[in-house]
């Protein structure tokens, strides 16, 4: 049996490291052959399935030149031309089966015309399900809703990652067969050490409640314009609290910008990606996730696997993960502010050991790979 995944994303997210790992969870099985088409400019995606090639003689490779834009799914439908070259791709490997990464249905569209307009089964792989209006710019909504409702209908199946994207997917009419694998993550240890050297790089004192903000820097979904006018709004209150943004995305320099003009240097910084995730929750002692949309975010899991308080906007994955009292209304400072002191305040050991345990078990790596491999070859 065959299996071609496929994506045509221009950045690396935490979908897209999902995605590797389901790649691996299926090149682990001798009797598979599986073939990964993906965007040649996506530079972290490449190297991560050029590592797994390394030592899985049954992973082959196939870079495009194409890559999904702004208003791909009009693109996609609209311009047939720049779906053909996919499908001839497509028609010469010939899987069994194609798995269509899609962080959106948007996103990947043309891969998912591709393959059904070759008449191969097809799987989306997808962990997000919310409105244009949501999640997209706001651009002629309702001409591309009437199309991602027929993206929607084309899929043979679909596999997301947590029971309120199942929900959503539901409420867009979706028939075809929905599974469910929770997202995993490599279990990380933290040390003393590693959070004093954290801090002293970082110019943090002993006393200082550092709360990390960390992904992509993208405010229409990440929202880390929303924390630093919340700062700026409150900054009389919040004395004692630093902000670090770490990460790297297409708004960084706005980021960069709006620090600058509100005078906030003293109380936030912007530190790039890290490789060593450890350190920064090492040397965090709360991690904020104050986004307008995400599906599961792999940073949530993460702290919590390292004993982390979060708090969060009361959406999505965060608000089926997290208790009530860690989350605020979505875009709401003042509720921001007070979650802020509750959750420093509470007395909490309890429930931050339960969560590191509840993460271990439920996002184990083996896990993940049988919930994967059963969803796609099932």
Known sequence: RSVLFYSDAAEFGGHEAMTVRGIKSLVSRPDLNVCAMFYQGNTRFMEKLEDLRCSAKNLTLRPLEFRSRALQNLRSLLIPGSVRPIQSLMSQVNPDVVVVSQGRIEIGSAGLLAAKRTGLRTISYIPLAHSVSIAGRKVAVQLREAVNRHLYSLPDKFVTISESVRQMLLKRGVMSEIAVVPNCIEPIEIHESARQEFRKQHGLKGEDHVVGIVGRIIFRQKAQNFVLESIARYRGAIRGFKFLFIGEGRDEGMLRGMIAEMHLEEI???????????????????????????????????????????????????????????????????????????????????????????????????????????????
Do not use: H
């Open 268 to 378: 936030a910084q912007v530190l790039p990606w890290s490789a060593t995730p450890g350190q920064v929750y090492a040397g965090i002692d709360m991690l904020l996730i104050p986004s307008n949309f995400e599906g599961v975010p792999l940073v949530m899991l993460e702290a919590m696997s390292c004993r982390l308080r979060i708090v969060s906007s009361n959406v999505d994955g965060m608000a089926e993960y997290l208790p009530k009292d860690w989350l605020f209304r979505q875009g709401d400072s003042g509720d921001l502010v007070k979650a802020l002191f509750r959750v420093r305040d509470q007395e909490v050991s309890g429930l931050l050991e339960a969560n590191r345990k509840r993460i271990l078990d439920e996002c184990d790596e083996n896990k993940f790979g049988v919930r994967f491999a059963d969803a796609v070859l099932g």
